[in-house]
Every structure is written in C-alpha cells, then in structure tokens.
C-alpha cells in the first residue's frame, strides 16, 4: 500500500522529536560508554526533547502561519518558544539574545566566531517542517534551507549541512529508492566536504563497516559535516525506523542532533506508523508535546497542498 503524504508529513516531524528524545539523556556520552550504560537495545526514558525539536515547533509554526518563509518571523517564533532548559549552544543562545534586542536576523549570525558564522548542525537539526515543505522543488528547498539557517548558522558550511538534511528528508518525502538517494544527493550537494562524505556513506555501507569506522569516516560531533551524513548513513544502512534511529544514538557524541536527524529522514521514508508506539507515548505531551507536533504536520500538509490547489483562503487554526 502507497504510504500517505500526510502520515509522511507527521512522521517526519514526530520521528525527528522521538529521535530527539530517545538520543538527549546520552548526549556525549562516547560509543563504548553508551553500550556500557544501555546496552545494544537503547529505550526511551523521560521522552523530553531538547532545543532540536523546541526551534523545530518554531520553523513549523512560521511556515504554516506566512503559508512559507518569513525570516524575521521565524525568528520571532524562536524567541517565542525559547526554554533555557532545552539546552541551547551558545552560538543560538547569543543570536537569539541579540535579534531580540534589536538586531537583523539576516546579519547576526554571521557576526559570530570571528566573522565567519557557526557551521555547527543547529541549522541542520531543526530543518524537517522544511524538507516536507519544499519536498518537491529542489531549488526552492536549497533557497529556504539556506535563509532559515541563516537565522543561527551563518557559515557556508552549516548552511550546506542544513540542505543536505532536507534533500535528504525530500528524497524520503517522494519515495526515493535508497539505491538512488545518495546519487542524486551527490548531484544536489555542491559542497566539495559533503561530497566527499557521500562518497564515503556508500564505502561503508558496501562493506557493512563496525561502529568505529563510522564515527572515524563520518564523525559523530556538532559540526553539520560530522553529523549530516552521520544520519543519512543511519537511516540508509537499516529498513525500518527503530533500528536506524537506536543505531544513529548509539554511535554516542551528539546523539540528541543525530536522533533527531535520522528520525526525521526516517519519519519521512516510512510514515507515521512506523515509528515505535511505546516512544511515541513516551513522547512528552502538553502544550507543545506529541499531539501539538503531529498536528503541526498535518497542518503543514494542509497548507501546502491547499496554496498549490488554490481551494479556498486558509486561516491558520491554532499557531500560538
Ligand atoms: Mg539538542
């Protein structure tokens, strides 16, 4: 059976904050302490979410509401949704203290780390409602990947991390054979480092490669270049969305980000139904819980599909 779009949209955006959850208690933990602690089958357990999911309610929200992107609003919507307990870098912290005193959410970013701007994955983690959003134009997905990276991570490189994430997420939206995914992320990319680590996904899935070599070749840090592909190659290596989601955490480092990162293109693969019900209902609930981000991908959805078919002047529902 043909999965849905919608159950696609949500999956991605729930499965994005299931990795989140399931990675964020092992967060630096290295790969040896995390088998050491959990084990090989690693459970959810407080099912709270961190800054990942928290800026990606944000991204969502202000997709739905301006039906598309508004930077300075989804900054706003950051601003908004920030709880210091989430966990911020310092990077995003410093930006989003900075906009809110008055500062353009164009140029800010860009100021920071010596006036290169950060290439860390905080562009990249947050980018699912993207990558759903723009799954079926490539140029407009790159455009909007780059400005709403913008916002946080003014490095070339951070901003190219966040694209791949979506391509990648898109791939998974069209149903994409895996076979093909990384050949057409290969002509997509245009960074010479993100080629390089594609090339070496395909390496070490063709050698079934230990966990060591994975984290040698493709890195398990905060940069978008030791994570990204980190993901992608998690979600590629396994056929169902626990097995690559449980892996991607159990490689250690940054294993919130990388959760949430496989989750997402995960999500988007194989739909809704299939991310674990016992981590779902783990999922923290409330005002912007498991519910709040189901329904902001159907809403997203909705909205896409009703700008392209023109039915009728969508009034948003519920953005708080
Ligand atoms: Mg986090």
Redesign the pocket.
Known sequence: MELSLKSKFTGALLGSAVG?AL??PL?GYGMEKVKSVYGENIKMLSGR?????EMMIGVAESLIENRGFDGEDMAAKFIQNYHAR????PGSKEVLRRIREGESWEVVSGKLFDGKGSYGNGAA?RIAPVGIFYYDNTDKLREIAYKSSQITHGHALGKEGAALQAFSIALAVRGTEKEAMLLELKEIVKSGIYKEKLRKIEALLEKEADKKAVIFELGNGEEAFNSVPTAIYSFLRFDCFKDAVVYAVGLGG?T??IG?MTGAISGAYYGEGAIPEEWKKRLEEGEKGRSYIRWLGEELHRVKFYIETKLYNYVPKRVC
Do not use: C, I, Q, V
């Open positions: 989140d990675g964020a967060e979410y961190t800054d990942d999911t989430r966990r911020y870098g983690m940054d919130d980000t949430a």
